[in-house]
């Protein structure tokens, strides 16, 4: 089975994840997944809270990595990978009522059919898969609000993770 990998060096600033947004976008049309497709805003929304983890948490500059067409779901999944310099795992929070943040990875786990992390060097990758065939999250536009798999709905300003105007 032939796997396509494509990488992005991020940066240990907030504003790296606009850029690996607008990266990973073109990257999704570029091996065949429309950019009006469901399936590219759940990708972009794992995207986008990985690697904002990566660099909020770690202050360390990151690597995303996009696999197409391997992992373990078979030839239609697709893999993401965010692999930064600390040793130290991701920690899945809670987040209360009007929490700010804490939310990071309890999206993950909801929208990605598979994720987990592992030692990669003398740091760590974080890594989820998505299914293509499988029912993905529908993002409407005004106002934001994302809604997610099984009707759970998460509204800004706890959470904004579109590529809407106004947003890097």
């Given at each position: 089975?032939?796997?396509?990998?494509?990488?992005?060096?991020?940066?240990?600033?907030?504003?790296?994840?606009?850029?690996?947004?607008?990266?990973?976008?073109?990257?999704?049309?570029?091996?065949?997944?429309?950019?009006?497709?469901?399936?590219?805003?759940?990708?972009?929304?794992?995207?986008?809270?990985?690697?904002?983890?990566?660099?909020?948490?770690?202050?360390?500059?990151?690597?995303?990595?996009?696999?197409?067409?391997?992992?373990?779901?078979?030839?239609?999944?697709?893999?993401?990978?965010?692999?930064?310099?600390?040793?130290?795992?991701?920690?899945?929070?809670?987040?209360?009522?009007?929490?700010?943040?804490?939310?990071?990875?309890?999206?993950?786990?909801?929208?990605?059919?598979?994720?987990?992390?592992?030692?990669?060097?003398?740091?760590?990758?974080?890594?989820?898969?998505?299914?293509?065939?499988?029912?993905a999250v529908v993002v409407q536009d005004a106002p934001p609000r994302v809604v997610?798999?099984?009707?759970?709905?998460?509204?800004?300003?706890?959470?904004?993770?579109?590529?809407?105007?106004?947003?890097?």
């Amino acid at each position: 089975m032939q796997v396509l990998q494509v990488q992005l060096e991020v940066g240990p600033d907030p504003a790296e994840v606009g850029r690996a947004r607008r990266w990973a976008r073109s990257r999704l049309v570029g091996s065949g997944i429309g950019d009006d497709e469901p399936l590219a805003e759940t990708l972009i929304l794992l995207i986008s809270e990985l690697v904002t983890n990566a660099v909020v948490h770690t202050g360390c500059p990151a690597v995303l990595r996009m696999l197409f067409g391997g992992g373990g779901g078979g030839p239609g999944t697709v893999r993401v990978e965010v692999a930064d310099a600390s040793d130290r795992p991701p920690l899945q929070r809670h987040a209360e009522g009007e929490d700010t943040n804490g939310r990071g990875l309890e999206l993950v786990d909801g929208l990605a059919d598979r994720w987990g992390w592992q030692p990669e060097g003398a740091g760590k990758q974080i890594w989820c898969e998505v299914d293509r065939g499988a029912p993905a999250v529908v993002v409407q536009d005004a106002p934001p609000r994302v809604v997610v798999q099984g009707g759970e709905v998460c509204e800004p300003p706890s959470c904004v993770f579109t590529d809407a105007p106004g947003l890097a």
